[in-house]
């Protein structure tokens, strides 16, 4: 299919469930989208596994059925383009808002405990929140970085995910251990 076809017909054939349209929508906007979302947030990486997780969804979860008449241009053609920049857009300022939220890593200088006891009982804690709390991938890159002191570049070569994708795993377990223990025992 080519890449000048009008974005009314591709998302009439998207509707119809034309995977061709989708390759086509992906091959017209990749570049553009991806450029976008690199600016935004000043990280290829974090753009790449951004924009992938996008076209992921914009499939499998339909999200073209959402484009309607507010994304028309005055000719009335349905305009895909404005659609598609405005979910990266959307999509880059909610990780730069969760960014600001919270800490993306525990301070490498870490928490020497009191005694032996002391140290068992917070790796309990610890441990067992990471199994029950934590989702599975995140729970992983947390162990790997701060139990087996791994870097964020070996983990990423392990876990076969960018080294963002690993930062990102770890935060979110660190953000969910935080919310789960209280301040006195951090």
């Not at 009191?114 to 989702?135: C, G, H, M, W």
């Not at 992983?140 to 970085?145: I, M």
């Not at 960018?162 to 251990?177: E, F, H, R």
Request: positive net charge.
């Amino acid at each position: 299919m080519q890449e000048n076809i009008q974005d009314s017909i591709l998302l009439k054939l998207l509707k119809e469930g034309n995977s061709e349209a989708f390759t086509t929508v992906y091959k017209k906007y990749r570049r553009l989208l991806m450029a976008t979302a690199v600016d935004m947030l000043k990280d290829r990486d974090k753009a790449q596994d951004l924009l992938q997780e996008f076209f992921m969804d914009f499939w499998q979860k339909k999200l073209f059925l959402k484009i309607d008449a507010r994304y028309q241009n005055r000719d009335g053609d349905t305009i895909m383009k404005n659609y598609l920049f405005m979910c990266i857009r959307n999509r880059c300022l909610n990780v730069i808002a969760r960014q600001k939220t919270f800490c993306s890593d525990i301070p490498d200088e870490g928490f020497e405990p009191k005694d032996q006891l002391e140290s068992k009982e917070i790796y309990f804690y610890v441990n067992r929140a990471l199994t029950v709390k934590v989702p599975p991938k995140s729970s992983k890159a947390f162990r790997l970085r701060h139990y087996d002191q791994k870097s964020h570049k070996e983990i990423a070569a392990e876990m076969n995910i960018s080294i963002q994708t690993v930062k990102n795993q770890i935060g979110t377990a660190v953000k969910i251990l935080r919310g789960h223990f209280s301040p006195a025992f951090l």
